[in-house]
T-cell receptor, first 114, second 116 residues
Framework: KQEVTQIPAALSVPEGENLVLNCSFTDSAIYNLQWFRQDPGKGLTSLLLIQSSQREQTSGRLNASLDKSSGRSTLYIAASQPGDSATYLCAVRPADTGRRALTFGSGTRLQVQP | GAGVSQSPSNKVTEKGKDVELRCDPISGHTALYWYRQRLGQGLEFLIYFQGNSAPDKSGLPSDRFSAERTGESVSTLTIQRTQQEDSAVYLC??????????????FGSGTRLTVV
């Protein structure tokens, strides 16, 4: 059974800092890994999707990496801003075609102090 | 539509009543997923639809929960005889899904269900 772990569970940083969020998963047989952002009381917003054959994806100040063989992904946020405050979730999609549901980590709650 | 639409956005119901939650996926997305998120907890998978059939309903917590999808479009999640532990945000997502399966999800804003 796939398990996804995110470290740290919570993080508070001053504005302007660069930071790294970590995600690890136990079963490397995945199709892709997706990072989401969740604001309080809201749904999930997709940030980056990394295919299993890719090593990283970039969007603006965000960079996500994937090391499938070791079961790890990182989300790098450059020059953090108060508007980045949210919960960040990583999720993996299994390679088993009979089971397409994502498995989510518990998230990292980020607070960026102005 | 432009995004995944869920209704109602909020629902308060009395214990023991039945509720229906609705999800309108992105047009053309053949795969549809229901998740549940209890307060302060992670996302819990409930059921997955490919077209109108549900190949994976392993996450439904009890026989009080059921879901259907019609016309490869709208899906409804029904909870019968609601209990207080059913209180959660119910999230729906859709994706393109072919045999390769290498597509991302788009989530709706969720339905916040409160059972009193």
């Amino acid at each position: 059974k796939q398990e996804v772990t995110q470290i740290p569970a919570a993080l508070s940083v001053p504005e302007g800092e660069n930071l790294v969020l970590n995600c690890s998963f136990t079963d490397s047989a995945i199709y892709n890994l997706q990072w989401f952002r969740q604001d309080p009381g809201k749904g999930l917003t997709s940030l980056l999707l990394i295919q299993s054959s890719q090593r990283e994806q970039t969007s603006g100040r965000l960079n996500a990496s994937l090391d499938k063989s070791s079961g790890r992904s990182t989300l790098y946020i450059a020059a953090s801003q108060p508007g980045d405050s949210a919960t960040y979730l990583c999720a993996v999609r299994p390679a088993d075609t009979g089971r397409r549901a994502l498995t989510f980590g518990s998230g990292t709650r980020l607070q960026v102090q102005p | 539509g432009a995004g995944v639409s869920q209704s109602p956005s909020n629902k308060v119901t009395e214990k023991g009543k039945d509720v229906e939650l609705r999800c309108d996926p992105i047009s053309g997305h053949t795969a549809l997923y229901w998740y549940r998120q209890r307060l302060g907890q992670g996302l819990e998978f409930l059921i997955y639809f490919q077209g109108n059939s549900a190949p994976d309903k392993s996450g439904l917590p009890s026989d009080r929960f059921s879901a259907e999808r019609t016309g490869e479009s709208v899906s409804t999640l029904t909870i019968q005889r609601t209990q207080q532990e059913d209180s959660a945000v119910y999230l729906c997502a859709s994706s393109l899904a072919h045999t390769g399966g290498n597509y991302g999800y788009t989530f709706g804003s969720g339905t916040r269900l409160t059972v009193v």
